[in-house]
């Protein structure tokens, strides 16, 4: 009888934000963290273009997109690595750097797809306590055994919109011995207005050990394409290009994503709304005795009450008969709680109404 590997039937599968609600109508969608203001005009044209090159491979170095990418971020294009999603970067980071055997950290409530990488290459992933839902550095060190491999971190994260400084992150990096491998994802960092936040790439430039991952996905609000890049030394990118697919980003992917990342006053003008719009969610939900939890990303983690009447799978419940679709957060351990994706001004209007009918009813 044919059998998987040990440890991936235990594994629970990654379930994506809702996108679907009750008759035949579009729904207001903020379960995804997709971006509020769309693709940039440049990128959608770039996209097109491509149409007539369709029956020819892609640049399977996506040469033209590391590039800009590294004009745009002062970075040395050598050391970067492009991915079909940064999620493909994940999944090879693990491949390459732990196995059977050996252990992955990541905190309490870390992005859902880090135990699934680790589970694929047969490691353990070791959940970290936070930290009044923070990354705890200190914990994240003590937790470290000899079988330790990798330590993911999100930063900021996903769902809880925390994050750690750039001090911190540097006494993490200090922290861990050199055979192990660090993984910062920064999927949200440039919606971060925080003065002693830091990407670390300074990090990846000083040491042997450390990989920092980027997306499209969000910002750029090119999630349709999956398109991601990392930054990592020389060594990494040699073993991931060794294990990455040949062709892994279309040829359309590449074109439009160079164009987004060329795209400054897009990517600027989507930052500003969020500047704007995610303290007015917080401060409106927070006027009607909701908790919220600080959030530097474009979301906010919300937490519902305690009762059958009011909690927050009666919220949802509630929130998707109207046609609005947050995103459950049970699957991360926290199961009172809902991410709010910062949209449009409109939907965030009609949202703030129907939160206000929910509990007044």
């Given at each position: 009888m044919l059998k998987c590997r040990p440890g991936i039937m235990e594994l629970a599968p990654y379930v994506p934000g809702k996108s679907q609600v009750p008759g035949n109508f579009s729904p207001i969608k903020l379960s995804a963290n997709e971006s509020a203001l769309g693709p940039s005009e440049?990128?959608?044209e770039a996209f097109y273009k491509c149409?007539?090159?369709?029956?020819?491979?892609?640049?399977?170095n996506s040469i033209d997109l590391?590039?800009?990418l590294g004009e745009i971020n002062g970075l040395n294009p050598e050391n970067i690595v492009c991915g079909a999603g940064s999620d493909e970067l994940l999944y090879n980071l693990a491949r390459g750097y732990a196995g059977p055997g050996d252990e992955v950290l990541i905190s309490d409530h870390a992005f859902n797809v880090y135990p699934i990488v680790a589970y694929c290459v047969g490691a353990k992933p070791v959940k970290v306590p936070e930290k009044n839902l923070t990354f705890d550095v200190e914990a994240t060190i003590e937790s470290v055994s000899d079988k330790t491999k990798i330590v993911f971190i999100a930063n900021p994260n996903n769902p809880t919109g925390s994050y750690i400084t750039s001090d911190e992150l540097r006494r993490l990096r200090s922290g861990l011995r050199e055979d192990i491998l660090l993984v910062i994802d920064c999927a949200y960092a440039e919606f971060v207005t925080n003065?002693?936040?830091?990407?670390?790439?300074d990090l990846v430039d000083g040491a042997e050990n450390t990989v920092v991952?980027?997306?499209f996905s969000k910002i750029y609000a090119l999630a349709a394409l999956r398109i991601g890049w990392c930054y990592a030394p020389?060594?990494?990118?040699?073993?991931?290009?060794?294990?990455?697919g040949p062709f892994n980003l279309s040829t359309p992917a590449q074109?439009?994503?160079?164009?987004?990342?060329?795209?400054?006053?897009?990517?600027?003008?989507?930052?500003e709304h969020n500047a704007v719009w995610l303290p007015w969610l917080r401060d409106a939900l927070t006027e009607y005795g909701l908790k919220v939890y600080p959030s530097v990303a474009n979301f906010l983690l919300v937490q519902f009450g305690d009762n059958e009447s009011n909690n927050a799978l009666e919220a949802m419940k509630f929130f998707a008969n109207k046609g609005i679709l947050p995103r459950e957060t049970s699957g991360y351990g926290l199961p009172n709680c809902l991410r709010v994706t910062v949209g449009k001004q409109k939907e965030l209007e009609k949202f703030v109404g129907v939160v206000k009918e929910f509990l007044t009813k």
């Open positions: 440049k990128a959608i149409s007539n090159l369709l029956h020819l491979y892609p640049d399977g590391r590039a800009s003065k002693d936040y830091n990407v670390g790439y991952t980027r997306t020389l060594p990494i990118v040699d073993v991931l290009n060794r294990l990455r074109s439009a994503g160079k164009a987004a990342v060329e795209d400054i006053s897009h990517m600027l003008e989507a930052k």
